[in-house]
């Protein structure tokens, strides 16, 4: 273990060498360049023994990725903005393929206009790809949830996006602790497939079936993703059994004793919300944050099981669900808690859209606009 | 290099009953290239009528393996395929000889929606055979005008006739400057599994062309499709030629017609067997038409036969 | 979940696209007497229905296309119409 001082995207770029991954394909974008550049570099350095594969597009980069991972190497690729929206067809298509693939998501909001800094529109978007989503919210859980989706994603073939915002994590530095190669061998061995897109196990990859032979696929994918969460979970376990790293299972919860206004939000905006929950503990207000790290599967269970009776929840979107009232989290909130007979109460603000800042004492003057809805 | 049909293997990478519409050029071409490529090999494909062939899962008429890809993907995918193999053989993970990857894709495929990735491909001079097996139109949406439809060819969404060239993919990816492009045609089947043989040899980026009349879009009978690639070649309505490190060579009869010591088969011949051009019969223009057609023809062959001096 | 079963995989078989010989609506047949073995009707078959070493024509899959009597140089194969099934 050593502990150092880097970006987020040195953190992501140095986990990427430690999962020993076989072939990267990328294409820049702001922020999430300086990954792909430090992993470029590794590899002309032979500091990491994998190919990889400049590419023109980033519809181009997940193509390759996904054409590797059915040869079944342990691929990566990373991505921001426009550029995971380039990717979206071939998402559906990894996720659909049940390919076991790895892509950092570097969060910026989406144009028109053009906007640089970090929302999440760009993830959110892609909700219904198929894909397993994280959610990192800081430099060491970025390092920790890179090698923790090979081991999710090689186990249940389902790809898996690990996000984290663009500039405030990517580009900031902080201290964070990286993995001795020998745990992480241990944790991660070599992946082998069942079938490999080679003439040793031959077999037509995703011919074109009619709908008693698609729909099973789709449903068990359904299925198959519903069921991720626990493993997740579990494999969050064992990876603190071996190395001490733990950023909370489905959420991260901060001060939930008593409270009953719960300010749910993902990403690294949870940072200063716990400082906005000090700030109204101080006025006696009894208020947590509960950060959402898997926000696919939606772990509607757990947030459920999190919130007690007669909870208030005051959702935080960096995103908007357009055509609903706010952001997908508080329209997935709803929906999740639906069922509660007691008398919960949801309500939801989108806020730090395209980077705009969210000053602990914003957050908590934005809390208290919300209960006074509630009232 | 010379091949004997008599020699070639029995394996075939098309087997009997595919969903291929009878008389497919696809389907001829694809087992021409299976005999050159062998069994050790991955095919990718981009969606075309040659996925539309394959039949439902989970049954498939190919058999090696097959990735079916999305349809600007082919050019990426494959790099991405080969690639991949190259590190998990460097490792040890895989073990033997390293399968031959090809495309096989359609004009759609490739001058169209993949042209950026297959582009991008050439310039990295990535280790695939990428494959156009070229019908000149979307065969299978129905016959709608691709870049590869040639000028005054009907399609579903040029009623009147295509108003503009078809582009010289070939020549584009030549000057890629990549180790080898070639062109083929499927009535010449000897020189068509001699360039595959070829390609297979070659690391790094090769493009082979495969002129494909499709006789259920440019409306003939499905016994004419080799007769109709032969007219083709014969016409000089498709080239013949292939080029190893940028060094153009013309293959016969190509190279005959370009140095005129054949004639070229009269083009009436050809188009006029052809539904596609029917419109052209009773058109006021057709000798003017006809004429143009024939100039743009010498100007091919003689910007080819420029190229090869170089 | 280490099973093979969870990818879209199809396998290789003869007549994927169904018994397509149910296509045709002329056969071809073939003079062996002429034949002289130019293994052309072979390698122009889009569907591999004709056997290269005795030149049998597989009739649960042609579909009739007719590719093989128009190339052949002897015209030893012609096309028969198929009688109403």
């Known amino acids: 273990m050593k502990k150092i001082l880097d970006t987020g995207n040195a953190a992501c770029a140095l986990a990427v060498k430690a999962a020993r991954v076989d072939f990267v394909a990328a294409y820049p974008i702001t922020p999430q360049t300086s990954v792909v550049e430090k992993l470029a570099g590794y590899i002309a350095e032979g500091k990491m023994n994998a190919k990889y594969l400049p590419v023109e597009s980033e519809h181009s980069a997940m193509s390759a990725v996904a054409a590797a991972a059915a040869a079944g190497a342990r691929v990566f690729t990373a991505t921001s903005s426009q550029g995971l929206l380039y990717m979206h067809e071939i998402l559906h298509y990894a996720a659909g393929g049940r390919l076991s693939l790895v892509m950092a998501n570097v969060n910026r909001a989406v144009c028109a206009p053009w906007c640089l800094y970090v929302d999440h529109q760009d993830a959110v978007s892609q909700r219904d790809t198929g894909w397993i989503q994280l959610f990192a919210a800081s430099t060491q859980e970025i390092y920790d949830s890179i090698i923790l989706a090979y081991k999710v994603t090689e186990k249940i073939h389902i790809p898996v996006i690990v996000n984290y915002d663009g500039f405030l994590l990517s580009h900031s530095m902080m201290p964070f602790e990286t993995v001795d190669q020998d745990i992480i061998d241990e944790f991660l061995p070599p992946f082998e497939p069942a079938w490999r897109l080679h003439p040793q196990w031959g077999g037509t990859f995703g011919n074109v079936t009619p709908a008693e032979n698609y729909a099973p696929f789709r449903h068990s994918l359904a299925a198959d993703i519903r069921k991720a969460g626990e493993v997740i979970e579990k494999i969050a376990r064992e990876f603190e059994k071996l190395t001490g790293h733990w950023h909370g299972g489905l959420f991260d919860a901060y001060r939930t004793e008593d409270a009953e206004f719960f300010l749910l939000s993902m990403g690294s905006m949870a940072s200063e919300m716990e400082l906005a929950v000090d700030i109204l503990r101080d006025k006696g207000i009894p208020a947590a944050s509960i950060r959402l790290r898997v926000f696919r599967p939606f772990p509607a269970e757990e947030l459920s099981r999190l919130l007690p009776d007669g909870a208030r929840l005051l959702v935080f979107d960096r995103n908007y669900a357009f055509g609903t009232e706010g952001g997908v989290l508080l329209a997935e909130s709803k929906a999740a808690l639906f069922n509660r007979k007691d008398d919960i109460k949801v309500v939801g603000r989108a806020v730090g859209l395209g980077g705009e800042d969210l000053p602990a004492d914003f957050l908590a003057e934005k809390a208290r606009e919300m209960m006074e809805v509630l009232k | ?310 | 979940m280490n099973d093979r079963s969870i990818y879209p995989l199809s396998q290789p078989v003869k007549g994927a696209g169904g018994k397509t010989g149910s296509w045709r609506t002329a056969k071809p047949v073939i003079d062996l007497e002429k034949c002289s073995g130019c293994l052309l009707c072979w390698l122009f078959c889009p569907e591999g229905c004709i056997g290269k070493n005795d030149r049998s024509i597989d009739y649960a899959y042609c579909k009739g296309c007719g590719i093989c009597g128009a190339e052949c140089p002897k015209k030893a194969i012609v096309m028969v119409k198929e009688e109403q099934r």
């Open chain 2, 1 to 310: 290099m010379s091949i004997s049909i008599k020699d070639l293997p029995d394996f075939e990478y098309v087997l009997p009953g595919s969903a291929a519409c009878a008389g497919c050029p696809s389907a001829i071409a694809l087992r021409m290239v299976g005999k050159a490529l062998g069994e050790n090999a991955i095919m990718l494909m981009t969606p075309s009528c040659a996925v539309a062939s394959i039949g439902p899962l989970p049954k498939s008429c190919y058999s090696i393996p097959v990735l079916n890809v999305c349809f600007a993907s082919a050019g990426a995918s494959a790099a991405g395929l080969a690639m991949a193999l190259d590190a998990l053989y460097e490792k040890g993970r895989l073990t033997g000889e390293k399968p031959t990857i090809f495309n096989w894709a359609g004009d759609g495929g490739t001058y169209d929606i993949g042209f950026q990735g297959i582009s991008a491909a050439a310039e990295r001079n990535d280790d695939f055979i990428h494959f156009c097996y070229n019908n000149e139109a979307y065969s299978n949406t129905g016959m709608q005008r691709s870049g590869a439809t040639p000028i005054y060819a009907a399609t579903t969404t040029t009623p009147l006739g295509k108003e503009v060239h078809r582009k010289n993919l070939p020549l584009l990816m030549l000057e890629h400057r990549v180790p080898y492009v070639a062109t083929a045609s499927l009535a010449y089947p000897t020189d068509l599994i001699r360039k595959v043989k070829k390609a297979k040899d070659i690391r790094g980026f090769k493009y082979i062309e495969i002129h494909a009349p499709c006789y259920t879009g440019w409306k003939f009978p499905s016994s004419d499709t080799v007769k109709m690639s032969r007219l083709a070649v014969q016409t000089g309505s498709w080239l013949l030629w292939e080029a190893e490190f940028g060094k153009v060579v013309l293959n016969s009869p190509t190279s005959l017609l370009a140095a005129e010591k054949i004639k070229p088969a009269p083009l009436e011949e050809y188009i006029g067997k052809q539904g596609r051009y029917a419109h052209l019969a009773d058109s006021p223009q057709k000798e003017e038409i006809l004429a143009a057609m024939e100039k743009e023809i010498r100007r091919e062959l003689k910007f080819m036969a420029a190229r090869a001096e170089l």
